[in-house]
């Protein structure tokens, strides 16, 4: 649509004038630099590019983005964003949601977003609360969470949205946390260069309703013990020496001592392997930032997408038939004439 | 005539009388697997070829294979064919064909007394007289002795006319709806080449299929033509409409040829998301079939997300319409809020069906009209319009994608179950004098080098449609409440009270941009007979009929549910009677009493079918003799 000449943006290019009212302290802050970082860095008009949300405290991100936006109602963000993917392939489309956004009312929604393989990519903040409601439990809390909904404790078995998504046919499925803006950008710009439908599970913190939720992944302490970096290629290994190692038995992945298993029985990451059994064994080494856990890509495979589909079929039909003829189409049923 | 029967193999026998007649209504009734839907589709398209007038009415059940032989299993369909200007498929029919017990049961009450039944007779058998209820067979113990019965062997007949075919099994007798069409062709003198050649072309990958349905339409056909019971035949001669080129259309197709007119009088490619449902999804088959016209039919998985990635079209500047029926109306509720709220176009097409919950999936009622005008949360005025007829639904769908571009508006287009699936003859509009409801994109800033969205048009107070792509543009819409003109969110009173009533202000002033109502028939009447939607065939018709015998009565039909057209308060101050019938409880009549204070009479039905001719003109008669 713009000229060839390479825009370049710094950071502020992509904020607005709006007042940035999350509260102090809450990770959608973090995970606002970073995108706004990644944006300026891409050699995109922002003109080009759509932020379309939900509701919820991370829906609001669009107001905040100097992109074009809707920030629309709870749950149906991966539709209207479809709309405007199928209408418009020419655009860069993103979709903020949160955890009761995209998996509770709008769940639907986002498991055939990503089976249709858009171009979308999917931004979920996974602060497994409903932030914006004050503090109710989501369906990521884990069973037994005590909030003001659940004085008694959680009764429901939360999600795993990465295992959902790989369920879900997606093509790409991440996960990052949001203090670590590195690894946010890394697989930010994987799954910009992905086509098709990009899902990413971003670990979020509240730290008014859920603080700390995270803390063994982002803990000083605990992260060396339990974050789990894959990396494509790579054998899958982590701990402070790499002493721990994920192998996999009897198609389910177990975390072992390195040195108890031979080199090449440990597992090697793959994300482009057409199968996601191997991914989803990963995703399943912890329901919930618990013990060790994975982040990074698990899967980025190819696939046809959703849009450049439907595109081909108008141009195949505009082939075979020639562009659209309203007067020869009133008259395709046949027609006499009364004089 | 004699043209056409000549073509056929048999040469009448001259002892063959034709008598003249100007209408006739023939019912096709079987079980809905004996294909009686298409039996009446092809008669309806050999009389509109032909050049008769007509209007089609079909029937049938939800279920797709219901129990076979039982009378929900009835599957229906009506047409009146006329050689002059008819309104509705007619009330009583002249000529049943049943091809059961039950579907006899099922239709006898709508024939008029004397009328003629054409029964396939070994259906009246003993398994399927008892399914149908009946303890003897009507057939033979008397009980027909008020009809001309005509009791004809079809499936024998059938089995023997495709023997060198190459059909098999159940093949075989799938043709009988063929020989019942070809038989009536004969005795309603109606030619057969038209339904060859539609049989040729529709199987033209299976050829013994094609060779046993022209097979059995000709055996139908000739036993006619053989049979001296059948020698006394009808002829009704082509109707004197206006002249010009016609087709005949049902209301779906018209909607959805409309929305591709309408695409390419807005110059904008057109995007249709929508989910599957009775009656409307044939306004999705019939798009999808036409993607060389750049539509983009998006089968979504539920009819919120149809509407949602409607409403995401709009906003990156397609023209975007969402269709459904009542139960999906209910769930793209909160969406066409959101389109409210965001001032973005959609027009959202509800083709009714009785309600609530599923109720009757396959039958007309006009029962969402309130909910079109009122079922959102907040203050969420829109513009409700209704098409009254198959033909008038391609015009309607422009209209409404005129109101929809010009204001930023979503626009609740109303069809029914009636419009949608009945057929009648559409004069085809002079494509070239289509109206440019073109809206150009801004593609500059409208306000000191920067785009405030909500900057409203002095006239229309419609803001400006910026589209992504477009440098300089960016912004961001939300539905939250937005600061009139420039657009950021506000929690400000005042500017919430002001934001409403600019919204409702918007809408209502439509009533500027569209024609005033059209009474007809006003001298010296009382009597109003208001409608709207497809209760327009029998108003028009039953006043006919009354003034045929000099008395007055005026009638008026609405389009434009909201805003109503400005001199409607005009109009209904010159009657001392008004009467408002409606496939409802009484909808629109609560609207007209609440918005002009007059005291409107209700004329109601809600049996799944549309009024009789009759019975509106009888409720006319009984106002005007009080
Ligand atoms: C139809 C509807 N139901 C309920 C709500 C209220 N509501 C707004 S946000 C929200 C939950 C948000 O949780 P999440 O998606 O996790 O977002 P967070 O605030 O945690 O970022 C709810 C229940 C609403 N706005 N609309
Ligand atoms: S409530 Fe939680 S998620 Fe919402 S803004 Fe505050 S800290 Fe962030
Ligand atoms: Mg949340």
Not at chain 2, 335 to 350: F, G, K, Q
Request: contains cysteine; hydrophobic residues 40%; proline residues 6%.
């Amino acid at each position: 649509m713009t000229d060839t000449i390479t825009t370049k943006y710094t950071r502020a290019d992509f904020q607005t004038d709006q007042e940035v009212r999350w509260c102090p302290g809450c990770g959608d802050y973090t995970i606002l630099a970073a995108v706004q970082g990644f944006m300026a860095d891409l050699d995109l008009p922002k003109e080009q590019i759509v932020f379309v949300s939900g509701i919820g405290c991370s829906s609001r991100f669009p107001y905040y983005m100097n992109t074009y936006g809707i920030h629309s109602i709870h749950g149906r963000a991966p539709a209207i964003a479809s709309g405007i993917a199928v209408a418009r392939p020419d655009l860069s489309v993103w979709v903020v949601t949160g955890d009761g956004d995209g998996l509770s009312i709008g769940g639907n929604h986002l498991i055939h977003a990503l089976r249709r393989n858009m171009n979308l990519k999917i931004l979920l903040f996974n602060n497994q609360i409903y932030g914006l409601t004050k503090g109710q439990y989501s369906p990521t809390s884990e069973k037994g969470k005590r909030t003001k909904s659940s004085p008694a404790g959680s009764p429901d078995v939360p999600f795993n949205p990465v295992s959902l998504a790989l369920g879900a046919e997606a093509s790409f499925v991440a996960r990052t946390i949001d203090m670590d803006r590195k690894h946010t950008v890394d697989v930010l710009e994987k799954a910009y260069e992905h086509k098709g439908t990009a899902f990413i599970e971003i670990y979020q913190n509240c730290n008014v309703f859920n603080d700390k939720a995270f803390i063994e992944l982002t803990g000083k302490e605990t992260r060396l013990e339990n974050r789990i970096n894959l990396e494509h290629g790579q054998p899958v290994t982590f701990g402070a020496e790499g002493e721990h190692a994920v192998v996999l038995v009897d198609g389910a992945a177990k975390v072992v001592p390195t040195d108890s298993v031979a080199a090449e029985d440990i597992m090697v990451h793959d994300v482009h392997a057409p199968n996601p059994s191997a991914a989803f064994a990963l995703s399943r080494l912890s329901h919930g930032p618990y013990g060790p856990t994975p982040v990074g890509i698990f899967r980025d495979s190819v696939r046809s997408s959703y849009e450049q589909d439907v595109k081909q079929q108008l141009i195949d039909a505009q082939a075979k038939k020639g562009p659209g003829d309203l007067s020869k189409l009133i008259r395709s049923q046949g027609t006499w004439k009364v004089k | 005539m004699s043209d056409d029967t000549a073509t056929l193999e048999a040469t009448p026998s001259p002892d063959i009388e034709i008598e003249e007649i100007d209408k006739v209504i023939i019912r096709f009734a079987g079980d809905s697997g004996d294909g009686m839907q298409l039996a009446g589709t092809r008669f309806t398209a050999d009389s509109a070829i032909f050049g008769n007038d007509l209007a089609t009415l079909p029937n049938f059940p939800a279920e797709i294979r219901a129990p076979a032989g039982t009378i929900p299993g009835v599957s229906s369909f009506q047409v009146q064919i006329a050689d002059f200007d008819i309104l509705t498929p007619g009330d009583e029919a002249d000529v049943l064909v049943a091809m059961n017990p039950a579907a006899l049961k099922a239709n006898l009450v709508d024939l008029r007394t004397g009328g003629m039944i054409i029964a396939n007779e070994e259906a009246f058998e003993e398994r399927n007289l008892a399914k149908a209820g009946f303890a003897a067979n009507p057939l033979e113990d008397g009980s027909l002795a008020g009809y001309r019965v005509f009791r004809v062997p079809m499936e024998r007949l059938t089995k023997e006319a495709v023997k060198e075919t190459g059909v098999t099994g159940r093949d075989v007798l799938r043709s009988k709806n063929f020989f019942a069409l070809g038989l009536v062709s004969w005795v309603f003198h109606r030619p057969l080449e038209t339904s060859i050649a539609w049989v040729e072309s529709k199987f033209a990958k299976r050829a013994e299929v094609a060779a046993a349905n022209i097979a059995s339409l000709r055996a139908g056909y000739n036993f006619g033509l053989t049979t001296e019971a059948f020698h006394h035949v009808y002829n009704i001669k082509p109707a004197k409409l206006a002249a010009g080129e016609y087709t005949n259309v049902t209301g779906n197709t018209a909607m959805a040829w409309g929305l591709l007119a309408a695409s390419q009088a807005a110059r904008l490619p057109l995007f249709y998301g929508t989910y599957p449902i009775t009656p409307a999804s044939d306004i999705l088959h019939e798009l999808a079939k036409h993607k060389n016209f750049g539509v983009r039919t998006f089968q979504a998985e539920d009819e919120i997300a149809g509407a949602g990635a409607a409403v995401g079209a709009a906003f990156a500047g397609h023209l975007a319409v969402t269709g459904t029926s009542g139960p999906g109306l209910a769930l793209k509720s909160e969406t066409i809020s959101l389109a409210i709220s965001l001032e973005l176009p959609l027009v959202v097409i509800d083709v009714q069906r009785a309600g609530p919950s599923t109720g009757l999936p396959t039958k007309v009622e006009q029962s969402d009209l309130l909910f079109s005008l009122y079922g959102r949360h907040g203050e969420a005025p829109l513009p409700v319009l209704a098409a009254r007829t198959a033909s008038d639904a391609f015009e309607a769908t422009i209209e409404a994608a005129r109101i929809a571009l010009k204001y930023m508006t979503p626009v609740i287009l109303l069809s029914d179950n009636y419009i949608a699936n009945g057929s009648e003859p559409w004069k085809l509009p002079d494509l070239d004098a289509l109206p440019d409801i073109s809206v150009p994109f801004l593609t500059e800033p409208n306000a000191d080098g920067r785009y405030v969205p909500y900057l409203r048009d002095p006239k229309t107070l419609a803001r400006q449609w910026a589209v992504p792509g477009t440098p300089g543009l960016e912004h961001r819409l939300g539905g939250l409440e937005k600061q009139e003109v420039v657009g950021n969110v506000s929690y400000d009173t005042n500017n919430h009270q002001l934001m409403t009533e600019l919204r409702d202000w918007k809408i209502r002033n439509i009533a500027n941009d569209i024609p005033a109502l059209e009474v007809d028939h006003d001298e010296g009447a009382e009597l109003l007979v208001l409608g709207w939607g497809s209760t327009f065939g029998a108003i028009r018709a039953a006043a006919k009929r009354v003034r045929k015998d000099g008395l007055s009565v005026a009638t008026a039909h609405l389009r434009y549910l909201n805003p109503f057209p400005a001199n409607l308060g005009d109009v209904l101050g010159r009657y001392r009677y008004i009467l408002i019938p409606e496939i409802n409880q009484g909808q629109l009549r609560k609207l007209i009493r609440a918005d002009f204070l007059v005291p409107a009479m209700g004329f109601n039905k809600v049996k799944g079918l549309p009024f009789h001719v009759s019975e509106v003109e009888n409720k006319i008669r009984e106002i005007l003799a009080s």
